[in-house]
């Protein structure tokens, strides 16, 4: 990639020589066996990525703000509540996507821009008691800030949420 302007961005990306030519291969059909065979080995590799060889991983042909609403088309009802921890604009993002739902949404925020909430404060929010979800967002571009997901998602899950991580800066970007 030498001789080529780094982009030093969250998205798009810059692809290898490599990755640009196996771009231009002829396209398939989604039902031919060489499709299925690549996009099953796509899938087990994301369930190494993921640290989780018995789940379910989802590829999204979209961004990652189609991720977050199919996350909230999915799992939330009208009335139901969610705990966002909120360290910026994609947190603000997750809340407006899960309140189009119906969510009734509770938010810990960073107490300054560049910061998160702290474990101690999620988990009195927690406290609250009556949370379907509790959504995280890895690592927020908008403001630098990356938080600590297995501390959170502990939290949540004693607490008796499903912790949605936004990991698409952290895991894919």
């Given at each position: 990639?030498?001789?080529?302007?780094?982009?030093?961005?969250?998205?798009?990306?810059?692809?290898?020589?490599e990755?640009?030519q196996?771009?231009?291969?002829p396209?398939?059909?989604?039902?031919?066996p060489?499709?299925?065979?690549?996009?099953?080995?796509?899938?087990?590799?994301?369930?190494?990525?993921?640290?989780?060889?018995?789940?379910?991983?989802?590829?999204?042909?979209?961004?990652g703000?189609?991720?977050?609403?199919m996350?909230?088309a999915?799992?939330?009802?009208?009335?139901?509540r969610?705990?966002?921890?909120?360290?910026?604009?994609?947190?603000?993002?997750?809340?407006?996507?899960?309140?189009r739902y119906?969510?009734?949404?509770?938010?810990?925020?960073a107490?300054?821009?560049?910061?998160?909430?702290?474990?101690?404060?999620?988990?009195?929010?927690?406290?609250?008691?009556?949370?379907?979800?509790?959504?995280v967002?890895?690592?927020?571009?908008?403001?630098?800030?990356?938080?600590?997901?297995?501390?959170?998602?502990?939290l949540?899950?004693a607490?008796?949420?499903?912790?949605?991580?936004?990991?698409?800066c952290?895991?894919?970007?």
């Amino acid at each position: 990639m030498k001789g080529r302007k780094l982009l030093m961005i969250p998205g798009p990306i810059e692809f290898t020589p490599e990755v640009l030519q196996a771009m231009g291969a002829p396209t398939t059909s989604h039902v031919a066996p060489n499709f299925i065979a690549a996009f099953g080995q796509a899938l087990e590799r994301l369930r190494q990525v993921f640290l989780c060889p018995d789940g379910q991983p989802f590829i999204v042909a979209g961004s990652g703000t189609l991720a977050m609403d199919m996350a909230a088309a999915n799992l939330i009802e009208p009335g139901d509540r969610v705990l966002v921890v909120n360290t910026g604009v994609f947190g603000d993002r997750f809340v407006a996507i899960l309140e189009r739902y119906g969510a009734t949404v509770a938010q810990v925020r960073a107490p300054a821009i560049g910061d998160a909430p702290s474990l101690e404060e999620v988990e009195e929010a927690l406290k609250g008691g009556g949370y379907k979800l509790m959504t995280v967002t890895h690592v927020d571009t908008s403001t630098g800030v990356a938080v600590e997901v297995k501390g959170l998602a502990a939290l949540g899950r004693a607490y008796g949420a499903l912790v949605v991580v936004d990991g698409g800066c952290a895991v894919a970007g």
